[in-house]
């Protein structure tokens, strides 16, 4: 007894003692890839303002004074920007301190470092908080990109005097908070600092390459959002035609064939076919009637009448079949949409920038005739029909019965919370990224 008791002890310490080894050799080997990882994720991070600086600011330092865009595109970027920069401090933060401790060391180490310090050497933390202040503050305040000074400053100026008439001793406070305004909009409007700017690059001996490089950059980028945008519509229609025709539809056959299949799927097609055997029987019946054909008996009329419905059957049969298929061949092309969307995050950036690029290069009455043309079309007075004849048609693709309660349940809310959202758009974001193109729809559907 006692011998069994050591040898299950025994036993147990071994794989206890596994176990440990296990953990720590893994351990050891996380800890000792940690620089290079923590490097590597600092010198993406590092890749991305670089990318974000060619594409979108002619390979300058991402700021309001480098690009030509609104406030809102502005803030996007400078939030990219901190965020990226965020991370580059802290994972080499994590590669010195595992570095120092793991001893590690490798040639990529020095270049991709070097790229590093060439990246986050245009930007200072100061720089970063003044460009970040200034365009929060436009956005509260609702300014245009190009606006005068006055209001501005004129403002917290008033605001300070009456603090120091309460408080004698802020003199100093009231002029820290008049600085960050001074800093915000400067004594001229920026677009003379960047006509200035403009002419000095066309004086440049380098502005043909740079020109040259820029409409490279957004030839490839246009091509790239186009190729991404066709493959969206492609690939998933590819892939439910394909798997319908060589996947489904032969396991269907198959298994309806062998079984006695269920001809009709629903009420509907059962009152379709129906209707149409009725029709043709008293087609005959009447053609029979004013002698537009020969005189046939009951009989003759009766066993085409049973033809006929032979021919129904058939026919609803493979409808059935074609709506089955339907709705598994839609599951594939769905999962083929989200794998494209999930493997394609860099297109998806492109995309989204190519389309803000068309959009903002829309006039403002552009703008304001596409939006009444798609409110109107989908929420509009006459929205009500269309939705019914998509709902109906997709019903019959997938083979389900047309319930009417149920589709004048969805066009009696659907149009009215899509129409809030649309209402609540141009409230919320239009009126500050293009105020004259709000202007120009209020006038439009007035």
């Known amino acids: ?77 400078v939030v990219s920007l901190n965020k990226n920069l965020t991370i580059i401090k802290a994972k ?61 400053i004129a403002e917290p100026l008033q605001i300070n005097r009456d603090k120091v008439k309460k408080q004698p001793d ?56 186009v190729k991404f945008l066709a493959m969206l519509i492609i690939i998933p229609l590819l892939t439910q035609i394909l798997s319908k025709e060589l996947l489904i539809n032969p396991i269907l056959d198959r298994v309806r064939g062998e ?56 026919e609803f049969i493979g409808k059935s079949n074609n709506a089955i298929s339907n709705v598994f061949a839609d599951l594939i092309s769905l999962i083929a949409f989200a794998v494209v969307i999930a493997t394609s995050r860099r297109e998806i950036v492109i995309v989204k920038s190519f389309m803000d690029e068309i959009v903002y290069g829309l006039s403002d009455s552009a703008k304001a005739f596409l939006i009444i043309l798609f409110t109107d079309m989908f ?7 269309g939705w019914e004849v998509i709902l109906e048609a997709l019903s019959e693709h997938l083979g389900l019965a047309a319930n009417r309660s149920a589709i004048f349940l969805f066009i009696a809310t659907f149009p009215v919370i899509l129409d809030t959202i649309c209402k609540y758009w141009i409230f919320r974001y239009l009126s500050r990224l293009s105020p004259s193109a709000l202007a120009t729809l209020k006038e439009m559907d007035e």
């Open 379 to 385: 929420v509009g007075f006459h929205s009500p029909h």
């Open 92 to 152: 080499l933060a994590e590669f010195s301190l595992t570095r120092s401790i793991t001893h590690s060391s490798s040639p990529v180490f020095l270049d991709k470092l070097n790229f590093i310090d060439q990246v986050i050497a245009k930007y200072s933390a100061d720089e970063l908080s003044v460009d970040a202040e200034r365009l929060v503050a436009r956005d509260r305040q609702g300014y245009p990109q190009v606006s005068s000074t006055i209001p501005p």
């Open 259 to 314: 079984n006695a299949p269920e001809i009709f799927l629903n009420s509907e097609m059962e009152e379709e076919a129906l209707k149409e055997l009725k029709s043709f029987e008293q087609q005959l019946r009447f053609n029979n009637l004013i002698h537009q054909a020969p005189l046939v008996s009951s009989e003759a009329i009766e066993e085409k009448v049973k033809n006929k419905a032979l021919e129904l059957a058939e």
């Open 1 to 77: 007894m006692c011998a069994v008791k050591s040898s299950f002890f025994t036993k147990n310490t071994n794989l206890i003692r596994e176990q440990v080894k296990q953990y720590w050799n893994s351990s050891h080997k996380w800890l000792v890839n940690t620089p290079e990882r923590a490097l590597e994720e600092a010198y993406q991070a590092a890749k991305i303002i670089k990318n974000i600086e060619s594409e979108h600011f002619g390979n300058e330092k991402i700021s309001p004074d480098s690009g030509i865009y609104t406030d809102s595109v502005m803030s996007y970027w």
């Open 170 to 225: 802020s003199s100093n406070i009231d002029a820290n908070k008049v600085q960050p305004v001074m800093k915000k909009t400067g004594l001229f409007p920026r677009s003379i600092g960047r006509t200035f700017n403009k002419i000095k690059a066309d004086f440049n001996p380098q502005s043909e390459q740079q020109v040259v490089n820029n409409y490279r950059i957004s030839r490839n980028r246009t091509r790239t959002a």
